[in-house]
């Protein structure tokens, strides 16, 4: 049986990679900001990203980089 593995970045990581506060307050408040996000939007479709964070988080998803995991936690944060 395989082990599950922590995912490679956590969610402070993303939004430094994102450009955007990284405290666990600043993470909660752009949750609380931002939700919900509608069933018929893509993550990286959301209006408030920038052109930048969203061709990031468009790429981490179609590439399953290491990013995924920590994209489609923070996807469902937003739902």
Do not use: Y
Request: avoid cysteine; charge should be negative; hydrophobic fraction near 40%.
């Amino acid at each position: 049986m395989r082990k599950l593995e922590p995912p490679i970045h956590l969610l402070n990581s993303l939004f430094d990679q994102l450009g955007l506060e990284s405290t666990e307050a600043a993470i909660n408040d752009f949750i609380k900001s931002h939700k919900p996000l509608p069933d018929n939007t893509e993550l990286h479709n959301a209006d408030f990203w920038s052109f930048s964070q969203s061709s990031f988080l468009k790429q981490a998803k179609e590439e399953d980089a290491d990013w995924i995991e920590i994209v489609d936690q923070l996807d469902l944060m937003l739902r």
